[in-house]
């Protein structure tokens, strides 16, 4: 099952309790009530196979049962799904397309947030290509081959193109409309061979609401 997940909700198991928005939670809760949106559908089992950051939007795929769980897991461990988002960034890039494989670790120094570490970071590698240019913002989509934490967001913020309203990465001169908006960032788009019926399967987020909030 494909969703369309919206901004705010932690992708994070089930147990783990340290926010009220934690979205496995809240849909094993809802199965195990019985609520019409999972009974009418005979669902019993939905967990996340991927991750997207919290304040990220768009698709989330789900597996029904342990068996999809398993097979969809090892689709993205070996990196057999191509993933699409879009990024609304400030600045103004050095080249239409380039790719990024800037290593990246956890910051000892604040919790939950990643850095550069070309020591001792794990490799990560996202391609980019600029899809449209405005006054003082640019549309910018972005491919992540691995999946690292906040990924997207390090990459660009490195190349000096932060995302809009991005209070981690982002400058600290953020606009308070664009805060108020939330992360520019949006997953539209995923690819791969279904490892059941053997056919490649696209499933696509609508970016045109995204669009017409960050655009002028």
């Not at 769980?69 to 070996?78: G, H, I, N, P, V």
């Not at 990196?79 to 600045?91: D, E, F, N, P």
């Not at 449209?132 to 990924?151: K, M």
């Not at 805060?179 to 056919?199: T, Y």
Request: charged share 25%.
């Amino acid at each position: 099952m494909a969703i369309d997940k919206p901004a705010g909700w932690l992708i994070a198991p089930e147990d783990w309790t340290h926010t009220r928005r934690n979205l496995q939670l809240e849909l094993r809760s809802s199965i195990a009530a019985g609520d019409h949106w999972a009974r009418s559908r005979q669902i019993r089992f939905l967990r996340f196979i991927h991750r997207l950051d919290a304040d990220t939007s768009g698709v989330l795929l789900l597996a029904r049962s342990p068996g999809a769980l398993r097979a969809y897991s090892r689709l993205f461990q070996e990196r057999r799904i191509t993933k699409r988002y879009l990024a609304i960034v400030r600045g103004r890039p050095s080249a239409s397309a380039w790719t990024c494989l800037l290593r990246l670790s956890d910051d000892p120094r604040q919790p939950g947030r990643v850095r550069v570490d070309p020591r001792h970071g794990q490799q990560a590698e996202t391609r980019f290509r600029v899809l449209a240019t405005s006054a003082d913002r640019v549309l910018v989509e972005a491919q992540p081959i691995t999946g690292r934490t906040h990924q997207i967001r390090v990459h660009l913020a490195a190349a000096r193109l932060p995302v809009l309203g991005d209070s981690l990465y982002g400058p600290p001169d953020l606009q308070p409309a664009d805060r108020d908006r939330g992360l520019a960032l949006r997953a539209i788009e995923l690819q791969f061979m279904d490892p059941f019926r053997h056919r490649p399967v696209t499933i696509a987020a609508p970016s045109d609401p995204f669009l017409k909030s960050w655009l002028p």
